[in-house]
């Protein structure tokens, strides 16, 4: 069974600051989808990675997946209270319909 | 017009009821799914119906049984559940069947058995 670790499980950090969520398989991925969670709704596409070593941006959120699309990052500048949310990854895996996802990381930004 | 509805958001139910979750999207798609998320574990599928057939079963348990009558509408229905399958049901849907798709998921319905 692949599995996607996230860290930090849990993270809280004061408006302005800046943070990096991380997703760490063994497994090779075709592609990486990113997620957020807010309470009481489900989870909404942020970006999907596709190819090893690509980096997007979406206004101060940056995503990379790693050259050997295993991993991928999450980095957000001057977070702002409006980010708090669970973040989730989900890796889809080659020759299957499967999406994968990640432990999860749960994002506290405080006023 | 929300994409996709759940109803009830919330159910609480005893171990020996019958109930079912209903899940409708309004986006012209073609898939749906059913996943259960749990406190501690990572987001779990469950089902996959695909033009309102079912395409995928993740070794689930005989005591969820989906119904998709067409490709607007998927139910889930439950019958004698146990305490630990208390969690949040999310629903999906996509254009198409796949990962190259976007899933589009409603808010949930949180679960309680007792």
């Known amino acids: 069974t692949q599995l996607l670790e996230q860290s930090p499980q849990f993270l809280s950090i004061q408006e302005g600051e800046n943070l990096t969520v991380y997703c760490n398989s063994s497994s090779v991925f075709s592609s990486l989808q990113w997620y957020r969670q807010e309470p009481g709704e489900g989870p909404v596409l942020l970006v999907t990675v596709v190819t090893g070593g690509e980096v997007k941006k979406l206004k101060r959120l940056t995503f990379q997946f790693g050259d050997a699309r295993k991993d991928s990052s999450l980095h957000i500048t001057a977070a702002q209270p409006g980010d708090t949310g669970l973040y989730l990854c989900a890796g889809a895996n080659f020759g299957n319909e499967k999406l994968t996802f990640g432990t999860g990381t749960r994002l506290t930004i405080i006023p | 017009e929300t994409g996709v509805t759940q109803t009830p958001r919330h159910l609480v139910m005893g171990m020996t009821n019958k109930k079912s979750l209903k899940c409708e999207q309004h986006l012209g798609h073609n898939a749906m799914y059913w996943y259960k998320q749990s406190a501690k574990k990572p987001l779990e599928l469950m089902f996959v119906?695909?033009?309102?057939?079912?395409?995928e079963n993740n070794s689930v348990p005989s005591r969820f049984s989906p119904e998709c009558p067409n490709s607007s509408h998927l139910f889930l229905h439950l019958h004698t559940l146990q305490p630990e399958d208390s969690a949040l049901y999310l629903c999906?849907?996509?254009?198409?069947?796949?990962?190259?798709?976007?899933?589009?998921f409603g808010p949930g319905t949180r679960l309680t058995v007792t």
């Open positions: 999906a849907s996509s254009p198409g069947q796949g990962p190259s798709y976007e899933q589009y």
């Open positions: 119906y695909n033009f309102k057939e079912q395409t």
